[in-house]
């Protein structure tokens, strides 16, 4: 007797690895580009430790950016998620450590919205950790000559607002499970003024914290913390 064929179901695909996300914004604040998106351009396609790099724009705005960024977690179910901003006073790659549930936008975005203390989430947790190992990311991003540093805070505009969004998301979303996430400010392009970080540099920094960040689920022990 011929043994019945069985039919081919979905799961019987070798698992294609699921893709990293990474996000820039878009110029804001009277400014006429944005390095975060050049970075995020820079990396599009590539491989990196077995994954492929998916790239989006998202808009400086309250809301729409997290809707595009809910929309594009929809639509990839990445393994790893890195949102990029600029953070024109930061000399090195800022790795944020945390998220808070607070918009207080000091300038409009560029909606012309200036949200002051209402929440994120409403009724949602007061802040979210990074899941992204920043200590070990910094560490190789060092080790490489890259200026690299964690940071205490993400500030309150719109960078601050859309890493707390995916970090509620990835904390609560469906089919979002064992994704993980986090926000990473750069400084502006030399021809920007100064600080600033050529955007090559920028582009290797980042290449070697996705690398990290895949082959590492947690985060190592070195002290990267701050009296003030
Ligand atoms: N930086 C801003 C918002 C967009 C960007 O690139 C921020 O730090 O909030």
Redesign the pocket.
């Known amino acids: 007797m011929v043994a019945a064929r069985r039919t081919p179901r979905p799961s019987d695909k070798p698992d294609k690895p699921r893709p990293v996300l990474v996000t820039g ?1 878009d110029p ?1 604040g009277g400014d006429a580009l ?1 390095p ?1 998106w050049l970075v995020a351009q820079a990396l599009h396609r590539r491989q990196i430790g077995g994954h492929r790099v998916v790239v989006a724009q998202l808009p ?1 705005v309250f809301g729409d950016s997290l809707k595009r960024l809910n929309a594009l977690l929809a639509a990839h179910r990445p393994a790893l998620v890195i949102c990029l ?3 024109a006073t930061r000399a090195a790659i800022s790795l944020e450590r945390i998220a808070i549930n607070v918009n207080d936008a000091r300038i409009a975005d560029n909606a012309g919205a200036q949200p002051i203390d209402t929440p994120v989430v409403a009724g949602a947790p007061a802040a979210y950790f990074s899941t992204l190992p920043i200590k070990a990311m910094q560490a190789e991003m060092n080790w490489a000559g890259i200026p690299a540093e964690v940071s205490q805070t993400a ?1 309150t ?4 607002h859309v890493f707390y969004g995916l970090m509620h998301r990835l904390a609560t979303g469906r089919g979002l499970k064992g994704t993980r996430g986090g926000f990473i ?1 750069v400084p502006m392009l030399p021809e920007q003024g100064a600080p600033s970080l050529p955007l090559d540099r920028m582009v290797e920094g980042l290449r070697i914290g996705i690398r990290t960040a895949l082959a590492l689920q947690h985060d190592v022990r070195l002290g990267a913390g701050a009296v003030d």
């Open positions: 914004f804001f944005n975060s400086t901003g600029l953070a500030g505009f719109v960078c601050n400010h």
